[in-house]
């Protein structure tokens, strides 16, 4: 039964569109032709290759020094019990999501003395055992562990580097929290169990037991790292195309690919294929219309797929403060399809197959709604128009059905307020988009599970407060909404209230 959530959300309206926003029909969208041969991206192939640029050094695993040698945390009490919701400005704090076996969902909040970390039911009810306080710790991200239902928790305690494993009931599991050295944690991933990081230049996995392994040191461009689904981690230099596969034991045979262009961080598909996206150095500075990207497919030993790269005709690149960044990585499925979504007076978005065919009937996508992958003007500032908001950067993220699904923005803010999700025929579902409508909300994330549940945490105007200016600002609140695959609200819970 199609629903608003007009008593659930309070102030703020979420209109389900029965009637949404659809693709183009094939009139008013031109028939995607066989693509040309593309323009190879790859300029230099693996060592095996006749052509082949000689492969940098493999180093071998790097211990770390002993007084950076991670350590199980000797911070006694290091989890309390805690409470729901946080009370705070939900603008001024950011949520982490995992979704969670069972329709279940971990969430984290940034509270006054650390941060609340919750499972969430398939109702919205808050688990027994949870939440708790992780003491003292800021900037949390999550990732659950779909065979047991636990969760890992990497967070900065001090000027420390802390991981944290619970089950299910909310209890530490043996050997952690573990502390390790300090850095910014640049990629993680849960993989069978391993919890796999790079903390600063170290590459290491924590084990179940709370005991570590360091691998070598791994020198990447700052936010330009991924570790994939087998735990082998994927960096580039600062300033070249060179893209490294390392893991624990060193450099993996094949590597390094270099690549000409501006390269996307790395995606992961089925059969260990790594895809990326590539654009023109200049692309931030040409026009759309002007501009081209490639797909490149990987095999594990760094060779070309057959049938990539692949030539979409449209920039990929991305607004962020500094102007532009990397383009958007390509949202993979799990049958090897590829989704490249990008600005273009809207959002246009190809698909392709898992041989690099692209697809036609309902493809491109073109919607006149921007993609959420911007700049926000909602943000926390001391006074209106005083500081520099930061990016909202809502990725695209592909649902088990293998469809895609976009965050948005109707109203020309970076803030994405509305959720749409697409077939891959290319039309909108039905029951989609779900869009928030109340002035000033937006969806800062979201998260779809393996069951097809959507998970959007939106945060909206919940007030204001006299501000130092001597004049009123707004506060927010935070809150999970959680969606059906027919868009449909399942629960409503607050996190967050000012």
Known sequence: MRTTFTALLAAMLLVVAACGE??????STPTVSPAPTPTAAVTAAPPSSPSAAPPSPTPSPTPLPSAATPRPSTSPGAVAAASLPVQADAASVTAALAPAPGGRLFVAVPAEKGTVLALLDPRGKVRRGWPVLLKGASGCELDADPADGSVRAVCTVDKTVRAYALDASGRLMAGWPVDLPAGDVAALRLVDGDLYLLVGETFLAVMPDGTVRTGPTVRTTTAWSSIGPDGTIYTKDNGASAIMATTLDGVREGWPVRVSG?????SFGPGGRIYVTVDSPEGWAATLSDSASDVIAFTSDGRTSIGWPVRIPIDTWRACPEGACAPNPPVITSS???YIVAASGGTVAYMTGLTGDLRSGGWPFRSRAALAAGVTSNCACPCPGTCVCPATITLPLAGPDDGLYLAQSVRGWGGGNRIVAITTSGRVK???????TEKGAWFETFA???AGTVFGYAIEPAGTIS???GGKSTTYSGTIVALDGHGDPIYTTTLVVP
Do not use: E, F, K, Y
């Open 430 to 436: 039905a029951g989609w988009p779900v869009t928030l």
């Open 336 to 338: 090897g399809a590829a």
């Open 467 to 469: 501000d130092s200016c």
């Open 262 to 266: 501006w390269v996307s961080a790395p």
């Open 448 to 450: 779809v599970a393996d």
């Open 22 to 27: 659809t693709a183009p029909s094939p009139a």
